[in-house]
Nanobody, 122 residues
């Protein structure tokens, strides 16, 4: 069965860091774009970062310079390193995977995790 499971969320103070992990299983992922999205209560889901199937990375302007996404080639786990966290980063963070190229287009992603909650206090 195909599963994507996020972990690593929590409660931190502004300026601190968190690393999120996404364990993907049940599929050969080499041809997939993999990405992180987030959704705050009452707001639309927004793109955060992507690691494409050709190895490039894309970041939303709001997180550029603070967040980094990378993949552990041995385990296939994708990570989101979040530094200099701000209260506006508070959201549920989701990992997602898409067959072929999807980049920032949430509607093109085929698989989604259930999310992990990140809360940043001021």
């Amino acid at each position: 069965q195909v599963q994507m499971v996020e972990s690593g969320g929590g409660l931190v103070q502004a300026g601190e860091s968190l690393r999120l992990s996404c364990a993907a299983s049940g599929q050969t992922w080499s041809s997939f774009d993999m990405a992180w999205f987030r959704q705050a209560p009452g707001k639309e889901r927004e793109f955060v970062a992507a690691r494409t199937h050709i190895g490039s990375t894309v970041y939303a302007d709001s997180v550029k310079g603070r967040f980094t996404t990378f993949r552990d080639n041995a385990s296939g786990t994708i990570y989101l390193q979040m530094n200099s966290l701000k209260p506006e980063d508070t959201a549920i963070y989701y990992c997602a995977a898409a067959r072929g190229t999807a980049l920032t287009r949430a509607g093109d992603y085929d698989y989604w995790g259930k999310g992990t909650r990140v809360t940043v206090s001021s």
